[in-house]
């Protein structure tokens, strides 16, 4: 079985450039404006698979049609924006920039209207579109202070969700969480805090991560307990921890038995086996040889510090 400091070497060679840039971030440990670091952002703009990704782009700033930035699943504006956040593009990239003006000029109507209405739900949407927006610079926006505050009111009622029958949504709370952990934490408002605190006692305490006895009317969906990569509005332990990790957290007792599980789903080689559901709607988020096992074991190295 490889050791971390061989897998570590191995995700220093993959043929995906963003693989190359995170293990340099999260698991060497190098700041962002390192000259290694950057080479491998510049690297990562112009190779595979973002540089197809970006060529998919219309010059307004939308993916695939205008009419609708959340479908198809999972290559509409939406999607594109959440998958090259994931995928480490630079949010001061043209390309993002034009596409996080594009979906905040869109979203503005549909903001005010669920703020003004008091209507609950999809706020797993909200928390990604925090997420890429932030990693764009949009922080200090009016619409994203409005969707801010939408998340803080959401968590603060354990992200109810008529999709999940008006029960409680993890998924939801889970997803507006990784918003709110995008916001540097010298400026987290007082209610920002609170709301995160709220959301780790719902997450943590009141119920149990390797349980997954969240709120459910008709079954713990089957993608909790696989190691996943991408997702885009669903959430499993590993995506949990990487927000726990964000978040400080990671010392709970409830987060340590998850790493303990997570630990333990390491296969002979070292690596970690992982699954994709959504890799045939999506673009691709690999090249050469590298596979979902390549991202999966990134991301397990990073939140077992």
């Not at 995700?11 to 190359?20: F, N, V």
């Not at 700033?61 to 594109?80: C, D, F, L, N």
């Not at 002979?268 to 050469?288: E, I, N, V, Y």
Request: glycine content about 6%; proline content about 5%; overall charge negative.
């Amino acid at each position: 079985m490889q050791t971390r400091e061989e897998l570590i070497q191995t995700l220093e060679q993959a043929d995906t450039p963003s693989i190359r840039l995170f293990t340099l971030l999260k698991l060497k440990g190098l700041s962002p404006d390192d000259p290694l670091v950057l080479q491998q952002q510049i690297l990562l703009a112009e190779q595979e698979p973002v540089c197809s990704i970006l060529k998919e782009q219309h010059p307004e700033g939308y993916w695939v049609w205008e009419r609708s930035h959340y479908t198809p699943k999972y290559k509409a504006t939406h999607w594109s924006m959440q998958l090259l956040t994931e995928l480490g593009l630079s949010g001061d990239h043209p390309a993002m920039q034009q596409g996080a003006a594009y979906m905040r000029k869109r979203m503005q109507q549909s903001l005010h209207e669920q703020i003004e209405n008091d209507e609950r739900g999809l706020i797993c949407f909200w928390g990604n579109f925090a997420r890429y927006q932030i990693h764009c610079g949009a922080l200090e926006d009016p619409i994203l202070q409005e969707t801010i505050c939408l998340q803080v009111r959401e968590v603060e009622v354990d992200a109810r969700c008529d999709w999940n029958y008006g029960l409680p949504c993890a998924w939801g709370l889970i997803r507006a969480m990784w918003g709110l952990a995008a916001i540097p934490v010298e400026k987290r408002s007082a209610q920002v805090e609170h709301a995160i605190r709220h959301g780790l006692e719902f997450l943590l305490e009141r119920y149990s991560l390797l349980k997954a006895d969240y709120p459910y009317q008709e079954q713990i969906h089957r993608c909790w307990f696989s190691l996943n990569f991408p997702l885009f509005y669903s959430t499993d332990i590993l995506f949990t921890l990487r927000v726990l990790d964000e978040l400080d957290a990671l010392h709970h007792p409830s987060a340590l038995q998850a790493l303990n599980w997570l630990r333990g789903k390491r296969s002979l080689s070292g690596m970690w086996r992982g699954a994709s559901p959504a890799r045939k709607r999506t673009w691709s988020f690999t090249a050469g040889q590298d596979t979902v096992d390549t991202w999966v074991t990134l991301h397990a190295l990073s939140v077992l510090h």
